[in-house]
């Protein structure tokens, strides 16, 4: 049986919907863009799964349509409390058997602790609400159910020593994220390796990036900088990325050695806080 490219997200499912919708209509995206007050390289977008209506925009689309209501209620149940470039991967994740990650400056989101998260949204942005804090520090913690279900996907997680080290809310909070980190991966939640500061360059030094694997379906890479992600599905792009990650994680330190300098880390930021007190 030939494999899919990747499980369709349902933000494309969306899309895939609305086409065949306007089809039916007899729309081109010439016309349906005339009626929602849009361009037709937007529909275009909107059906290829890149982007999701607004809400005015799905009204619009369920008049052009006769769908009375329906593109506006399917809106709402795909309203995402992630950004927009990171959506479709919290909903990819979900169905991955297998998770490959990589943190170079930060601990991967789906293992950060509540305080650790809170200190990471706080920091890039500076009028923050706490109402609005709490929301995304909920949302990253659901995310890392996903490690602890009863179908867990096989998650590899390779880390810079340069993320232990760097004290995100302060060394009570990282001595908390880091001793998290080493419990996991002593209950077999996940693979640990940590590319120590001795490593030197390696294949990922210039960015972070995130593999995942589908029983029947291919991988997916994806990557991120400052407000932006690449979610790569073309099968050399993701190649080329588990390339890397096998590069770097050959040059990293053992699971049992990697569990153990994060338990000595985690005890050194202790040990910070602790002197602080008195």
Do not use: W
């Given at each position: 049986?030939?494999?899919?490219?990747?499980?369709?997200?349902?933000?494309?499912?969306?899309?895939?919907?609305?086409?065949?919708?306007?089809?039916?209509?007899?729309?081109?995206?010439?016309?349906?863009?005339?009626?929602?007050?849009?361009?037709?390289?937007?529909?275009?977008?909107?059906?290829?799964?890149?982007?999701?209506?607004?809400?005015?925009?799905?009204?619009?689309?369920?008049?052009?349509?006769?769908?009375?209501?329906?593109?506006?209620?399917w809106l709402q149940d795909l309203d995402s409390r992630f950004a927009l470039y990171f959506s479709a991967v919290a909903e990819l994740e979900r169905e991955a058997s297998e998770i490959r990650q990589y943190g170079a400056a930060l601990i991967p989101g789906m293992l950060q602790t509540a305080d650790y998260s809170r200190a990471v949204f706080q920091a890039y942005r500076p009028n923050y609400r706490k109402e609005q804090l709490d929301e995304f520090v909920v949302s990253r913690a659901e995310r890392g159910r996903i490690l602890t279900e009863s179908r867990t996907p096989v998650a590899w997680t390779l880390l810079d020593e340069a993320a232990l080290r760097r004290q995100i809310g302060?060394?009570?909070?990282?001595?908390?994220?880091l001793r998290k980190i080493a419990d996991m991966a002593d209950a077999g939640r996940l693979r640990l390796h940590v590319l120590t500061l001795a490593a030197g360059a390696h294949a990922l030094l210039e960015s972070m990036v995130y593999l995942l694997d589908f029983l029947d379906a291919a991988p997916v890479a994806y990557v991120e900088g400052l407000l932006t992600g690449n979610l790569m599905d073309e099968p050399a792009l993701v190649e080329s990325c588990r390339t890397a990650y096998s590069l770097a994680l050959s040059d990293a330190a053992s699971h049992r050695e990697s569990v153990d300098l994060v338990r000595t880390i985690a005890e050194e930021h202790q040990h910070v806080h602790q002197s602080q007190r008195h």
């Open positions: 049986m030939a494999m899919e490219r990747r499980p369709r997200t349902p933000r494309e499912k969306y899309g895939e919907e609305l086409r065949l919708r306007r089809v039916a209509a007899g729309l081109t995206q010439e016309a349906l863009g005339d009626q929602v007050v849009c361009s037709p390289t937007l529909i275009s977008h909107y059906e290829a799964g890149r982007r999701l209506p607004k809400p005015d925009d799905a009204r619009r689309i369920d008049l052009a349509l006769n769908t009375d209501g329906f593109f506006v209620r302060g060394p009570a909070v990282m001595a908390e994220q």
